[in-house]
């Protein structure tokens, strides 16, 4: 039977410095430095993260725990984050959490995409400001789990483990290599990355490759190119963000 984590947070009150205190966050997120960078928010700001790096990890933990904000990513490696918008959003007011849907690949119309699919709100990578994550969530809660009072505004900006980016250039390197059928999930991958990790030669390789992949001409340079530019940052130190 999932746990009730609405229940157990009634006798833990937020606070003007710890807003989301009280409140779990199930990030749905395939990138370690994305999801690196959530859970430095989430301390921040008081709540609680637990992590799925897929949909059939996530709704694993939705089998057993109830999460008071979703987060989930559009791109994820065994399908459309929008499916479990959509499947979440259709749960009884009393079940449903907060959802808020993420992404860093280029598109206007990803946004209208996932609220029309049910999400409350969407996030744009990179979220790296403390202030403009908990505003996100905090917009969308009910006033008696909001903090009473003024509110600490904090312009910290986020800087995830470079560890973390590693591991994930490592994983692309990997699917590049051994998975070309895979370049429709690999592609807004490298771009989110690649923004998040404020790479901009990296952006503008990755957009040739999307771009590539959708013209349907050949992405063997793309590629190519790609991959060397992720060697460079493997075997030299990645820069602090």
């Known amino acids: 039977m999932p746990e009730d984590l609405g229940q157990l947070s009634m006798n833990i009150h937020p606070t003007a410095m710890r807003p989301l205190l009280g409140l779990t966050v199930l990030v749905v997120e395939d990138s370690r430095f994305a999801s690196e960078a959530v859970r430095l928010l989430c301390i921040r700001s008081g709540a609680r993260i637990r992590r799925a790096d897929s949909l059939t990890a996530a709704h694993r933990h939705l089998q057993l725990y109830r999460p008071s904000v ?4 559009i791109g994820l490696p065994d399908g459309s984050g929008i499916d479990l918008v959509r499947k979440m959003s259709q749960a009884a007011p009393a079940d449903r959490p907060v959802i808020l849907a993420t992404s ?3 598109g206007d119309g990803l946004e209208q995409e996932a609220l029309g699919a ?3 709100g969407f996030l744009a990578k990179p979220i790296d400001t403390v202030s403009a994550f908990q505003q996100a969530i905090l917009a969308h809660m009910p006033p ?6 003024p509110r600490l505004v904090s312009d910290e900006v986020i800087q995830p483990d470079t560890l973390s980016l590693r591991e994930d250039l490592s994983h692309l390197d990997e699917l590049l290599r051994t998975e070309p059928n895979q370049l429709s ?3 807004p991958f490298l771009q989110g990355l690649a923004r998040l990790a404020g790479d901009q030669q990296l952006k503008t390789a990755s957009d040739a490759l999307s771009e590539a992949c959708m013209a349907g ?10 991959r060397a530019l992720i060697q460079t940052r493997l075997e030299g130190p ?3 963000l």
């Open 70 to 73: 979703v987060i989930i990513d």
């Open 104 to 106: 860093g690949a280029d």
């Open 118 to 120: 049910g999400a409350d």
């Open 144 to 149: 008696d789990m909001r903090p009473s009072g």
């Open 185 to 187: 999930y690999v592609a």
């Open 217 to 226: 001409k050949d992405v063997s340079s793309p590629i190519a190119e790609i």
């Open 238 to 240: 990645v820069p602090v």
